[in-house]
Structures are given as structure tokens and as C-alpha cells.
């Protein structure tokens, strides 16, 4: 079950993490029905929550969460060059905007160890603090001032402390292994002539997480009810 929050007790587990989901020995430990149900963290929630700490103005904000993505996502070779193989041969010029359809539908991307997606996002993000007093650097000897700033100065950094400390909670769900695959994460719904070329390439679905967060709530909702419910009826029992 892919969830937006509660895949874990937000705490680093002590043992190895295992990439099989969010439960483990520093988790919270669940009982009945409820612990033969793997908890994952949709991966779109963990830059949500990233995104909505940084100034929604600077001007490398979008960027990072681009390098965050990729640092999370590895895409398969096999179906990059299909594409790219293809393209090449219809002499085929794409947007931007194509090339990120073309990936949501026909290339497959896996969210791999706990260790290595986390590196790469500390490394992304010192990348980007490296950035930040560079440009303050440069206000400073251009004679603008670099303390006391608003979110509209040049000066002001993207990384603030505000961010650091919700990316390195981030870490932890990260190194639980909240987000990593644990099983095959797409299905494949069948060939598509790619963009009337003639070629015939597969298209596939994505199993992680839902676009519909009222999947999400319903799923909390009706895990709630069937938990009070239990108790209710333990209560009872416990009376007679």
C-alpha cells in the first residue's frame, strides 16, 4: 500500500535496510491484519514535502526537484534506447514536453537501494549549497547586502536551514527503505505504434502509488473504521 505518511516511525532503524518496505525494527510495529500489509512512501510525497519548504520563487527551485527525481529514479537502459533508436531512424525532432510523455509511457524506471538514492540527493543537495554561497559570494562583491535579505534577493539561499532539516528527514525514510522497489513496479498494457512511425514499441503502467489522492484518504478512512471497529467489538467482548 502506498502511502503519503506513517510508512514508518520516522526513525532510523538500527538493523540493515531492507528495500521490502517500511516496517522494521525501529517501525511501528503493527498487529493483526495490519502486518501483512507492506507500507511504502509514494515517492511524489517525499518531494512534496521537500518543495514545500523552498522559496517557491527562486530561480533554481525547479531544477533541484528535476535532480532529485533523477537522483531517485534510475531509468531502463533497454527502453531509452528503443526510443532513441527509433527517433533516429524517423528523423524525429521532440519537444521537451514529448520526450517527458514519451518517458511516462513507455520507460520504465526503478527506485533502487536505500543507501545509494541517498547519497545522491545529499550530493545533489551539497551541489546546490555550493551554488548558494557562490551566489552570495558574488552579491557581496557587487556591493549588495547578504544578511537581513528577503526571499527576493539574489543572495538568499535555496538550501536554507528550514531545508536541510526536512531533506535529512527525508533521508531517513530513504534509508529505510520507504520508497525503494520491493517487487516489479509496472505492468505492461500493450504495443503502440510509436507517434505513426510504424514501429512498434510497449507502453506500461505504473503500480507506484496512485494520482488520485482520494484513493489515498479512502484507503486511510477504511483502515481506521475496520481498526475502531475491532476495538469496539474487543470491548464488548471483554463486558460479557
Request: proline fraction near 3%; aromatic fraction near 4%.
Amino acid at each position: 500500500v502506498y502511502v503519503d505518511c506513517n510508512c514508518c516511525n520516522g526513525r532510523l532503524k538500527t538493523a540493515a535496510p531492507v528495500t521490502g518496505g517500511g516496517e522494521g525494527e525501529a517501525g511501528t510495529r503493527s498487529s493483526g491484519w495490519e502486518s501483512r500489509i507492506t507500507k511504502k512512501l509514494d515517492i511524489m510525497h517525499l518531494l512534496m514535502r521537500i518543495g514545500r519548504e523552498m522559496n517557491a520563487e527562486h530561480v533554481r527551485r525547479a531544477y533541484f526537484l528535476k535532480q532529485l527525481s533523477r537522483a531517485v529514479f534510475t531509468e531502463s537502459l533497454a527502453d531509452t534506447e528503443r526510443l532513441e533508436e527509433i527517433r533516429k531512424k524517423a528523423g524525429l525532432a521532440l519537444t521537451p514536453e514529448q520526450k517527458r510523455i514519451d518517458r511516462y509511457r513507455y520507460v520504465r524506471r526503478a527506485i533502487g537501494d536505500p543507501q545509494t538514492i541517498c547519497a545522491k540527493v545529499l550530493l545533489v543537495t551539497k551541489a546546490h549549497i555550493a551554488l548558494d554561497i557562490e551566489a552570495s559570494n558574488q552579491c557581496q562583491k557587487a556591493g549588495m547586502p547578504i544578511d537581513n535579505i528577503t526571499p527576493a534577493s539574489p543572495a538568499y539561499p535555496l538550501i536554507t536551514a528550514k531545508v536541510k532539516k526536512v531533506i535529512f528527514n527525508q533521508c531517513v525514510h530513504l534509508l529505510n527503505g520507504c520508497v525503494s522497489d520491493c517487487c516489479t513496479s509496472y505492468v505492461a498494457v500493450g504495443e503502440r505504434d510509436y507517434r505513426s512511425t510504424g514501429e512498434k514499441v510497449m507502453e506500461y503502467r505504473s503500480l507506484r502509488g496512485t494520482s488520485k489522492e482520494l484513493q489515498d484518504r479512502d484507503l486511510r478512512r477504511e483502515s481506521d473504521v475496520g481498526h475502531n471497529q475491532l476495538q469496539q467489538e474487543e470491548a464488548l467482548g471483554n463486558r460479557q
